[in-house]
């Protein structure tokens, strides 16, 4: 469980780290933007405008390629989360209504109570079972 929640961090760390690099890319490509613009304004006939604006518009498409992978990436992520959230949420507790699920799978901070439940009663599981292998070995 600790390991869940270590990775799930960890993810999250890189996906914000990600939307900052996307965020630097996004204000270099509107300077690039800028640049050709001034360039057509001025230049338009030059075979460097028409390269730079060939280059720009190639570096724009692969950006929103990228972007639209990595948010299709990230919504496949938080999803399958969920689901795993969503079943552990039932398994623990099946009266949960799907709102207190949705709660569950979307507070940090419930997602956490949560998880330190189960911790609890996965130790207490592992407790008894114990007890029981000990009772079995006495026997």
């Keep these: 469980m600790n390991l869940f929640l270590a990775i799930s961090e960890e993810l999250d760390g890189l996906i914000a780290e990600n939307n900052k690099y996307c965020a630097t890319?996004?204000?270099?490509?509107?300077l690039i933007e800028s640049d050709v613009r001034k360039a057509q304004e001025k230049e338009k006939e030059e075979p460097e405008t028409r390269i730079k604006d060939i280059t720009f518009r190639?570096?724009?498409?692969?950006?929103?390629?990228?972007?639209?992978?990595?948010?299709?990436?990230?919504?496949?992520?938080?999803?399958?989360?969920?689901?795993?959230?969503?079943?552990?949420?039932?398994?623990?507790d099946p009266t949960l209504t799907n709102e207190q699920i949705e709660e569950v799978c979307n507070d940090p901070d419930v997602r956490q109570n949560?998880?330190?439940?189960?911790?609890?009663?996965?130790?207490?599981v592992l407790e008894n079972f114990w007890q029981i292998r000990c009772l079995v070995q006495v026997i």
């Design 25 to 30: 890319v996004k204000s270099e490509l509107e």
């Design 58 to 92: 190639a570096l724009k498409a692969k950006f929103i390629e990228v972007l639209k992978d990595t948010q299709a990436t990230q919504i496949e992520y938080k999803t399958a989360v969920k689901g795993k959230i969503s079943r552990q949420a039932k398994i623990i």
């Design 114 to 124: 949560f998880w330190e439940i189960i911790l609890k009663i996965i130790i207490r």
